[in-house]
Antibody
Framework: QVQLQQSGPTLVKPSQTLSLTCVIS??????????WNWIRQSPSRGLEWLGK?????????EYAAFVKSRLTIDVDTPKNQFSLHLTSVTPEDTAVYYC?????????????WGRGTLVTVSS | DIVMTQTPLSLSVTPGQPASISCKSS???????????LFWFLQKPGQSPQLLIY???SRLSGVPDRFSGSGSGTDFTLKISRVEAEDVGVYYC?????????FGQGTKLEI
């Protein structure tokens, strides 16, 4: 059974960097059949896919255009985890952030999700 | 980006009765590989979204067969044949034809 355990601060000041980590159990971050995603949800913007990382002989990242200049997703393979780093945050980045696996059965097959982290951007 | 539009935005159903949710995309979701990447999720109160159906009509393992998906091109439907109390929550459609995947605004199902 795959489980995704999220951690990170719930309050971030404007202009700072929001960093969250997702620890994977029951699967491997360097699986060649999966990808590892960050998705957020807010009342005003709904569910938004932010980006993903995946390993196919080498590491790849893909980001949504609206956050591409501010978002980095990186991996710690010994710890079997991946992390989101969103720079220069504003109150509009306040949201519940989820990590999710895109599993092998299909493309964009978000079959396992973390429990979500409510991050508030406020001074 | 592809826009996903769901109707209705809310639905009140008596247990045992059917329910239907429509999802329309702004572009044809048929991929060049011949597959149609249209997904349905249910977000129960206080929980993360959970995948119900992938590629229009394939149920994830463990999803009751009262849930069914259909459609093609730009028009898709999720049907629940007999609604149960545990089905309450918000249903979302999502496409995966191209970057970025985008979600519908959600349909809230109440009993």
């Amino acid at each position: 059974q795959v489980q995704l355990q999220q951690s990170g601060p719930t309050l971030v000041k404007p202009s700072q960097t929001l960093s969250l980590t997702c620890v994977i159990s029951g699967d491997s971050v360097n699986s060649i059949s999966d990808s590892w995603n960050w998705i957020r949800q807010s009342p005003s913007r709904g569910l938004e896919w932010l980006g993903k990382t995946y390993y196919r002989s080498k590491w790849y990242n893909e980001y949504a255009a609206f956050v591409k200049s501010r978002l980095t997703i990186d991996v710690d393979t010994p710890k079997n985890q991946f992390s989101l780093h969103l720079t220069s945050v504003t109150p509009e980045d306040t949201a519940v952030y989820y990590c999710a696996r895109d599993g092998p059965a299909s493309a964009w097959h978000f079959d396992y999700w973390g429990r979500g982290t409510l991050v508030t951007v406020s001074s | 980006d592809i826009v996903m539009t769901q109707t209705p935005l809310s639905l009140s159903v008596t247990p045992g009765q059917p329910a239907s949710i429509s999802c329309k995309s702004s572009q044809n979701l048929l991929h060049s590989d011949g597959r149609t990447y249209l997904f349905w999720f249910l977000q129960k109160p206080g929980q993360s979204p959970q995948l119900l159906i992938y590629e229009v009509s394939s149920r994830l393992s463990g999803v009751p067969d009262r849930f069914s998906g259909s459609g093609s091109g730009t028009d898709f439907t999720l049907k629940i044949s007999r609604v149960e109390a545990e089905d309450v929550g918000v249903y979302y459609c999502m496409h995966g034809k191209q970057l970025p995947p985008t979600f519908g605004q959600g349909t809230k199902l109440e009993i």
